[in-house]
């Protein structure tokens, strides 16, 4: 058998590592809010350009980032401000990502399709006219 590993100052939350009739073991599950409790602390090589990319194929003229990408939703709205800048910045950077904007109100970061939110905005405005 195995030695368990030895960290320094982790801890790991077992929920189950009881048998089943079978005789097997069976792993200690994660929780839903326990990983994306991970995830939203773990950094991600590309991971805010896959997000961008999926912004722009949706033709959504806004959306809420953390509400959204749930994994975004531990991390400070400075930092994924950064992260979708750079992204944006990147010489690699998807079409139509130099019309994204993103925007900070009360730790909440927006992410606005300027070009979609234009027609957008026109429709509303000629609907009242």
Known sequence: ??????????????????????????M??????????????????????GLLVEFLDSNEAGVHAQSQWPQL????ASTIKQGFEGAIKRKEAPEGSDGVRV??????VYLINSSLAAEQIGQIEGAAA
Do not use: F
Request: overall charge positive; glycine content about 12%; aromatic content about 2%.
């Open 28 to 49: 200690a599950g994660m929780t839903p809010e326990q990983i994306l409790a991970v995830l939203g602390k773990t950094r991600q090589k590309g991971q805010y350009q």
């Open 103 to 108: 925007l900070v109100q009360d730790e909440q």
């Open 1 to 26: 058998m195995a030695r368990p590993r030895r960290g320094r100052n982790r801890e790991v939350t077992q929920t189950d590592t009881n048998t089943d009739n079978g005789g097997s073991k069976r």
């Open 73 to 76: 939703g531990e991390k400070k």
